[in-house]
């Protein structure tokens, strides 16, 4: 992809963002990490969900394809503002359940929440203040050093 970091950060600036065409099912909320057919040896989901430790891919619905493309322009003059993102059909599919729309909602459940969301404890946050208050010093005496 790149040679060095400089690159990589240009690459990253510049070159269109691929956003693939197929993406992995919803794991089944009622299925446990036990249940994997890696475990058992059961036969793969062909129903809307996957168990968990399968690799099973569904086509990205081509509104959100789209809506994704608009949103991820890297030059801001072009990529979507806000209102226009709220008035794509894809994001009025997506939002709004009484359009009948053959679209897939994502449900996450609590242990989906446990597992992604890691609650900060007191020592991180401290940690963090004293961070940011050495460096506000730090930066005010750089700055004090120069004049």
């Known amino acids: 992809m790149a040679e060095d970091e400089y690159q990589l950060y240009r690459a990253i600036a510049n070159e269109e963002v691929y956003i693939p065409r197929r993406r992995l099912k919803a794991v ?3 299925c446990s990490t036990s249940d994997s057919p890696f475990n058992t ?9 996957r168990e968990e430790g399968e690799l099973i891919f569904e086509d990205i619905d081509e509104e959100l394809y789209d809506l994704l493309s608009k949103i991820l322009i ?9 209102r226009e993102v ?12 009484s359009r009948g729309t053959a679209s897939k909602r994502i449900q996450v459940d609590s242990r989906e929440m446990e597992r992604a969301v890691i609650p900060i404890t007191l020592l991180s946050r401290a940690r963090s203040a004293v961070k940011t208050v050495v460096g506000k010093v730090m ?3 750089a700055l004090a050093g120069e004049l």
Do not use: I, Q
């Open 86 to 97: 709220k008035r794509h059909r894809g994001w009025l599919e997506a939002s709004d359940p």
């Open 139 to 141: 930066g005010v005496k």
């Open 41 to 49: 040896g059961m036969n793969l989901s062909t129903g809307p969900y």
């Open 74 to 82: 890297k030059d801001p003059a072009e990529r979507f503002k806000l």
């Open 28 to 30: 089944d909320p009622s």
